[in-house]
C-alpha cells in the first residue's frame, strides 16, 4: 500500500536553529516527491518536486534532498515567517493522485 | 497569473441540507482535482478530471457527493445531503501534464452542525 509517514509532527525552533523534517515513504516505482508548505487557513502552496535519489532542490532557506526510501526538508537558520506546516506527498503507483502525509507544523520563534 | 479560484471561502450548513462548492482552476490547466483535507490530515483525494472527464473517482462518495467540470473549465463539487463527518476543507487543485505538480486554491472549509 502507498503510504507517506512524516516526522516529527511538530517542531519548535529558535530563530537561526537549523533542523530537518523526515518524510518517509513506501510507493512502487516512485514517479515524484512533492513538498507542500500549508499556511493557516490556506491552500498547499508547492515547493519542490523530487523524482531521483540523489536529487537535492533548493529555495531560499530551505533544501530538499531524496533517498530511495526517505526524503529531507533541510532549513537553515529558519526565520519567524518560516512557520507553517510542511506536507510531504508521493504519486501513487499509478501515477493519478498524490498520496499526502500529515505534515510537520513547524513553529519559529524570535 | 491568477491562481486556482473557490468559493465560497466558508459555509456552515445543517446536516442533512446540500450544499455546492465551485473550482475555476489556473488558465491552461486541464487537469483538475478535488481533496478533501480533514482537520490535521493530508489532503486526500476525491476526484481528478482530464478536461471534462472524471478518470478518477474511486474515492468519491457516490451516495451523497457529485461533481461536474462542464465545458473542461469549471467546476462543481456538490453533497446532498451533508452529514456531520463531511465537515472538513475541500480543496480544488489544477495542473498541467505532463508536469506532475499541482497548484492548490485556498479552499472551502464547511461546518455541518
Known amino acids: 500500500e502507498d503510504q507517506v509517514t512524516q516526522s516529527p509532527e511538530a517542531l519548535r525552533l529558535q530563530e537561526g536553529e537549523s533542523s530537518s523534517l523526515n518524510c518517509s515513504y513506501t510507493?512502487?516505482?516512485?514517479?515524484?516527491l512533492f513538498w507542500y508548505r500549508q499556511d493557516p487557513g490556506k491552500g498547499p502552496e508547492f515547493l519542490f518536486t523530487?523524482?531521483?535519489a540523489g536529487e537535492e532542490k533548493e529555495k531560499e532557506r530551505l533544501k530538499a534532498t531524496l533517498t530511495k526510501k526517505e526524503s529531507f526538508l533541510h532549513i537553515t537558520a529558519p526565520k519567524p515567517e518560516d512557520s507553517a506546516t510542511y506536507l510531504c506527498?508521493?504519486?501513487?503507483?499509478?501515477?493519478?493522485?498524490?498520496?499526502f502525509g500529515k505534515g510537520t507544523t513547524l513553529s519559529v520563534s524570535s | 497569473e491568477a491562481g486556482v479560484v473557490q468559493s465560497p471561502r466558508y459555509k456552515i450548513i445543517e446536516k442533512k441540507q446540500p450544499v455546492a462548492f465551485w473550482c475555476n482552476p489556473i488558465?491552461?490547466?486541464?487537469?483538475l482535482y478535488w481533496y478533501r483535507q480533514n482537520l490535521g490530515q493530508g489532503p486526500e483525494l476525491l476526484i481528478r478530471?482530464?478536461?471534462?472527464?472524471?478518470?478518477?473517482d474511486s474515492q468519491l462518495p457516490k451516495d451523497r457527493f457529485s461533481a461536474e467540470r462542464l465545458k473542461g473549465v469549471d467546476s462543481t463539487l456538490k453533497i446532498q445531503p451533508a452529514e456531520l463527518g463531511d465537515s472538513a476543507v475541500y480543496l480544488c487543485?489544477?495542473?498541467?501534464?505532463?508536469?506532475?505538480?499541482?497548484?492548490f486554491g485556498p479552499g472551502t472549509r464547511l461546518t455541518v452542525l
Open positions: 510507493v512502487s516505482g516512485l514517479r515524484g
Open positions: 487543485a489544477s495542473g498541467r501534464p505532463p508536469s506532475n505538480e499541482q497548484f
Open positions: 506527498a508521493v504519486h501513487n503507483q499509478a501515477g493519478t493522485a498524490l498520496i
Open positions: 488558465s491552461g490547466h486541464n487537469t
Open positions: 523530487l523524482y531521483s
Open positions: 478530471y482530464e478536461n471534462e472527464e472524471a478518470v478518477d
